[in-house]
């Protein structure tokens, strides 16, 4: 298929065809929407819901930036945008396009690296260094403000039907306090996960009512048939216009086009891994009497999924992100 572009013609993936924008659910549209500084704060600020006063000015980011630790092996994960702000808070933003039995848990450890990441970035800041030594000794186990914000095409939680969530940590003793009155407070409010699905926003509330839904309605009709509204707005319409199919390059639109079929690729082997792994899991458990079975057939079929996809060349962080399985465990399978 052959499209006008700049007065030149070029050849457009068919997997393009009819579509006016590259879907950011993607890793390489989802980085070319959010490669600006100005776009990302503007997002940032708006999911944060973020007033003036306390909104973000300057920050700065990172795609795939893999973080390490040795504790005592060594341990790594990569974060999809690692941020951090002037003011010291850091932020991690996912893309995910399918869940896995173990995705709760995989929040918490991202966070737990987000946290030492932060941790260790602050300590080496010029704020804390200007502090005094016995300052300093006193908030050696202060912790900055870290925020995980997952973006997920998927439903997080089963049974829920808000397409936002907010996850904090509570005291039971404050829950049990204030049963049937007012909602409690979280005991720290320098970890927060923000949740969002997608699903649930297309289901039940499809709207560009508000600066947060026009993101979100972004995100979620991206890469479909039909045109996105113009949103009104010049930081909006310009990332629009860097996913657009016409002005996309030809390397983002190859790198699109295999990331695109990889992943639904992993997607489907997946699906079809877990209903498999759930058998195989439920005869463990049988046999042996324990209730860990079905997670041990799933564990299995994880594995023998990842040496598969890793022989037939699929990246390691594509089969990390839908594994669960980091890129060290994938190689020594």
Request: aromatic share 10%; glycine share 6%; hydrophobic share 35%.
């Amino acid at each position: 298929m052959v499209k006008e572009n700049s007065n030149t013609k070029r050849e457009i993936p068919e997997i393009f065809e009819g579509v006016k924008y590259l879907d950011p659910k993607y890793e390489p549209a989802f980085r070319e929407l959010f490669d600006d500084k100005v776009t990302l704060t503007d997002f940032l600020n708006t999911i944060l819901h973020l007033k003036e006063g306390g909104r973000i000015d300057n920050l700065e980011f990172k795609f795939e930036n893999k973080i390490q630790f040795k504790i005592p092996e060594r341990r790594a994960t990569t974060l999809d945008i690692f941020a951090h702000t002037e003011d010291n808070r850091f932020l991690d933003i996912e893309m995910q396009r399918a869940g896995h039995p173990f995705f709760i848990d995989r929040v918490f450890y991202y966070s737990a690296f987000l946290a030492i990441k932060g941790k260790q970035q602050y300590a080496k800041s010029a704020d804390f260094k200007k502090l005094r030594e016995e300052e300093q000794l006193k908030r050696r186990y202060e912790l900055p403000e870290t925020i995980s914000i997952w973006i997920c095409n998927f439903h997080p939680r089963e049974n829920c039907t808000e397409y936002r969530d907010e996850w904090a940590i509570f005291s039971k003793a404050d829950i049990e306090k204030n049963r049937g009155g007012e909602a409690p407070l979280p005991v720290t409010n320098k970890i927060k996960y923000i949740l969002l699905d997608l699903p649930n926003f297309v289901k039940y509330c499809n709207k560009t009512d508000s600066r947060e839904m026009r993101w979100l309605y972004l995100l979620a009709n991206a890469g479909g048939k039909e045109d996105l509204p113009d949103m009104e707005d010049d930081i909006l319409n310009q990332a629009i216009g860097r996913i657009s199919v016409d002005s996309a390059s030809d390397n983002l639109l190859k790198t699109q086009e295999h990331s695109m079929i990889a992943q639904d690729e992993i997607i489907c082997r997946l699906a079809e891994g877990k209903l498999q792994g759930i058998e195989e899991g439920r005869t463990i458990g049988l046999a042996e009497g324990r209730a860990e079975g079905r997670a041990e057939g799933e564990g299995l079929k994880n594995r023998e999924l990842a040496k598969g996809f890793r022989d037939d060349g699929v990246p390691l962080e594509i089969i990390s992100k839908r594994t669960g399985l980091t890129p060290e465990e994938i190689k020594a399978l």
